[in-house]
């Protein structure tokens, strides 16, 4: 895998690298040299033989190299991936409050908590996501390179967690993004190790979630918005809230959470609406916190003709622009959408 490939890249290429960056494009390559499989580690100089660092590279992808590391004499061996996931899990547990703060305090211990571990690139682990539920993980890769080292990574991140006294009870893989496929490869779903019960109860900002690890949304519940729900609780005590998109329920849970007079999450996904009612009864929350299925166009015009007003309206929709092509249609429904939110909210709501 580890080979003296090397890329070297065009007079005036390899911008967005030297601002910080880790892709380069298969336009940006002036030649290789040296044989090599997809998924290698190569290394990368600039066109006047400045080193850039090292990743692995993909003919099969546009995002021809990753990087990993600025370093192009560094070797990717264990102790290096060891040495990314000891940083990324030190960090995580810093800023997202897992060893004193709000999530670990009373009843529930560190081993209790979730959050996401793993971002990607963010973490100079290009491709890779992995998410802790409680004591269950969940990993998603979607680049070859790094596809390469997963059940080596795996092992690794339970000894860093275990040495922290975190017993991990399973691992699933969500590997089933159409990102996979311009990478060359399958999409991919499955136990990374022994089976166990995929539907995981974890608590988050003081609100209990049943979160589907084989089933849900990527890779089960978007762990990325957690500080964006928290902040939800001090806008809607006694409020009446509108939350649009709303999936498994979590900013109307949050909404709830926090006292809210009334609440109605809707989602055009009947699965979805059926987790966020399970959630709601979890909290105790159903007399108050109500969903229902709806397309959300179709919606907002209906209850703005009906004179509904609302304290708070939540609108936290999906990626509406999947390729350059589709941003035009995509900003005309994001306008669209807001004028409408705005249009239910009162004034000084």
């Known amino acids: 895998m580890d080979n003296q490939t090397l890329v070297i890249l065009k007079k005036g290429e390899g911008r967005t690298v030297k601002f910080g960056g880790l892709w380069i494009y298969d336009n940006e390559i002036e030649s290789i040299t040296g044989t090599f499989h997809n998924g290698d580690m190569v290394t990368v100089h600039d066109y006047d033989g400045y080193p850039l660092g090292r990743g692995f590279i993909n003919q099969n992808s546009k995002i021809r190299i990753r990087l990993m590391t600025r370093n192009a004499g560094q070797e990717i ?54 998410d802790k539920y409680a004591d269950v993980l969940v990993v998603q890769s979607l680049a070859l390179g790094i596809d390469r080292f997963k059940e080596q990574i795996v092992t690794i991140l339970k000894e860093i967690l275990a040495a922290d006294g975190l017993a991990v009870r399973g691992v699933y893989e969500r ?91 809707v989602d055009a996904s009947q699965l979805a ?9 979890l909290n105790g929350l159903e007399d108050t916190v109500r969903f229902e299925c709806h397309d959300v166009f179709e919606l907002l015009p209906e209850l703005e003709r009906g004179g509904e007003l609302y304290d708070v309206a939540i609108l936290d929709p999906p990626a509406f622009a999947k390729s350059r092509s589709s941003i035009k249609t995509a900003a005309k429904g994001f306008r669209e959408i807001k004028l409408r939110g705005i249009n239910l909210v009162i004034n000084g709501g």
Request: hydrophobic fraction near 40%.
């Open 77 to 130: 061996d264990e102790a290096f991936l060891r040495m990314r996931l000891q940083n990324a899990w030190d960090y995580r547990k810093k800023t997202m409050g897992l060893v004193c703060g709000e999530d670990c305090n009373d009843e529930r211990s560190i081993s209790s908590c979730s959050c996401r571990l793993v971002f990607g690139d963010a973490d100079f682990l290009p491709g890779l996501v992995i």
């Open 175 to 265: 590997s089933d993004a159409k990102e996979r496929e311009k990478e060359g490869m399958e999409r991919t779903k499955g136990f990374l190790g022994a089976e166990f019960d995929t539907k995981v109860p974890i608590v988050e900002n003081g609100v209990k979630y049943m979160v589907d690890v084989r089933d849900g949304q990527k890779t089960g519940f978007f762990l990325d918005q957690k500080y964006n729900r928290f902040a939800i609780q001090k806008l809607c005590r006694g409020a009446k809230v509108l939350d649009c998109f709303t999936h498994t329920g979590s900013f109307a849970l949050n909404a709830g959470i926090a006292g809210a007079a009334d609440v109605l999450g």
């Open 273 to 281: 609406v059926a987790q966020a009612q399970e959630n709601a009864r």
